[in-house]
């Protein structure tokens, strides 16, 4: 990934606002990636046994000290990668200092449902390397609004971990679509990348046949496996259900990494989406 100058949160919130103006070019993948870094020291010189991977889809950032609240209650506070989406800038910030995290932010648009920014962050105590980010093919039929992935290199205790959080398009975005939304995080993350990967977010599957082309296109693709969650849905609602939408929007995919235990915290209240989470230990293998 090539390596971009940082910037401060805080500094790029106080520009949009004081333009008043929409999201633009200059804020998208390419042009400037937010990279926030609170200089949180290292957990460790000894590589980890397991690494805990979290993904949480805060509804549009709007209850973050209750998201806070929710990764206590369940038990996720300790993370080594949190992967986000529907972010805004001050919602990271508050995440980040409330953990004690390192923070890669960058935000896709600013969403017409309450004119903020709105993108995806990866948090972990672990250093930053480098980060990246890919604006997906397909934007809002309607809106125009684009989706991302954020992708980011961390250094676990001397072993390079390609993190990446992802937001795809609703179903208001053709089925295949997403799916080259999704071959699209494969071919700039993935693709020519050796080491261990983690891949989590909102790929707002909303069938079954969505999930199961979403598993082959990765597997086939690069040897990306999915984190086999328990049953149930990873967002508070099912009203679909009748139509044929499921209600198992968010996923982890894993390559070089092995799942152990994982969940979907169905305790949070903080948000239409469940945090979902895995155990993962190191893949034995070449």
């Known amino acids: 990934m090539t390596r971009r100058r940082p910037f401060l949160i805080p500094v790029l919130l106080l520009l949009v606002l004081a333009c008043g103006c929409t999201i633009d070019k200059s804020l998208h993948p390419g042009r400037a990636n937010v990279h926030t870094t609170w200089a949180a020291p290292s957990p460790s010189d000894v590589r980890p046994d397991s690494l ?16 806070l609240e929710d990764l206590h209650k369940i038990g996720l506070f300790k993370p080594d990668i949190l992967l986000l989406q529907e972010m805004a800038p001050e919602g990271v910030d508050t995440i980040a200092h409330a ?7 960058q935000p896709a648009a600013i969403h017409p449902h309450h004119q903020q920014l709105f993108g995806n962050a990866i948090l972990t105590p672990w250093p930053v390397i480098d980060h990246d980010i890919v604006i997906l093919p397909h934007p809002h039929p309607w809106s125009g609004q684009d989706r991302i992935a954020v992708a980011c290199d961390l250094d676990i205790a001397g072993q390079p971990v390609r993190a990446i959080s992802l937001h795809f398009a609703t179903a208001v975005v053709a089925a295949d679509q997403r799916l080259e939304q999704a ?6 993350f993935v693709t020519g990348w050796d080491g261990p990967v983690v891949i989590g977010g909102d790929f707002n599957t909303s069938t079954k046949p969505d999930i199961q082309n979403l598993r082959k296109l990765y597997r086939h693709r690069e040897d990306v496996l999915p984190v086999h969650l328990p049953q149930g849905c990873t967002v508070r609602w099912n009203i679909g259900r009748p139509l044929g939408a499921g209600c198992r929007l968010d996923h982890i995919f894993l390559r070089g990494l092995r799942a152990g235990s994982s969940g979907i915290g169905t ?19 070449p």
């Open 183 to 188: 071959a699209a995080v494969l071919d700039t």
């Open 267 to 285: 305790r949070a209240v903080a948000s239409d989406h469940y945090p979902i989470w895995a155990r993962v230990g190191w893949d034995p293998a």
């Open 99 to 105: 953990l004690g995290l390192n923070a890669v932010y």
């Open 52 to 67: 805990l991977v979290v993904s949480y889809n805060i509804q549009f950032s709007a209850n973050v000290e209750g998201a």
